[in-house]
């Protein structure tokens, strides 16, 4: 079920709110979590939305979605409610801000969050310089960000570092999980021979590459090279390197001197599963912070960034 409210109050959206549970049942019971989507205008909402419901299968939350658009003329509020198979295991409410109201989004908020239940904040597009300084990102124990959709790819690491608190994390580090979990299992098979030195190569100006580089020398604290092309992990030892890399059918390839190349099929992992799996841990990412320490090493060192 979507209700539309043009031209409505936070009173009247949480008026109607109450009214559905009462007619309903209670839309709220077993939410695990608020999830406070940040949007600016012309970022693209609809696909955070869609990408909150399809999280919500494996954490069912209140969603709230802030859509902050034009500064210009009177203050003005349109609301959306989504209930039911509409807003899968959640509850969707929309609120449409612009005029001087886009400029309050943590007092729109406020009366829409849940008694007792953790707050995440996401910015689906451009985050703010200092997200735990925001007075959006003061209200969350866990803000997600995302690198990828900075407007100076060449420095962003660099910023969020500078800014870095607990509770801090990026979907770029979310889209590498797979490859971290390829990369360990590689490292503990036989022979354990030390590794030497390490080569990350992949596109430049790439934060997931740059944060895998840094995940890499941070963990094995080993001399790490950044280098621009094709993806490749190549973990350097005395008897030869051990190899990740990707084949033309997009499965992931290990390869180690003197056995058979192994090969996994990568799944297809959406933003939906990106969210799912941010959402999975409320307490601060120190593996993360360390990457991103490891990262802006490596790039003060005169890597590619």
Known sequence: MIIEMPETSTNDVAKKMVEIRESGGA????????????????????????????????????????????RKGESLLNAQIRVGGDAGASEVVILSMSGPLADQPHSVVTPFLLPDCPIVVWWPGAAPEDPSAD??????????????????????????LATYSPGDSDLAWTQITHWRALLASAIDRPPHTPIQSVVVTGPAQSPGIELLAGWLYSALGVPTTRSIGSFEVRLLRDHGATVLS??????????????????VAMTNRDLPVYLAEELR???TDEVFEQALRGAVELSQQGQPA
Do not use: Y
Request: aromatic share 0%; hydrophobic share 35%.
């Open 27 to 70: 839309i709220s019971l077993g939410r695990v979590l608020t999830l406070v989507v940040v949007a600016e205008h012309g970022e693209p909402t609809e696909a955070a939305v869609e990408a909150a419901i399809g999280a919500s299968s494996e954490h069912p939350s209140r969603v709230i979605v802030l859509a902050c658009g034009s």
């Open 135 to 160: 007075p959006m990102g003061r209200i969350g124990r866990r803000r997600i960000l995302d690198a990828s959709k900075s407007t100076h790819p060449e420095s962003v690491l660099e910023r969020r």
């Open 246 to 263: 990707i084949d033309q059918n997009g499965n992931a390839v290990i390869s180690v001197p003197g056995k058979p190349d192994g090969r």
């Open 281 to 283: 841990r409320l307490d």
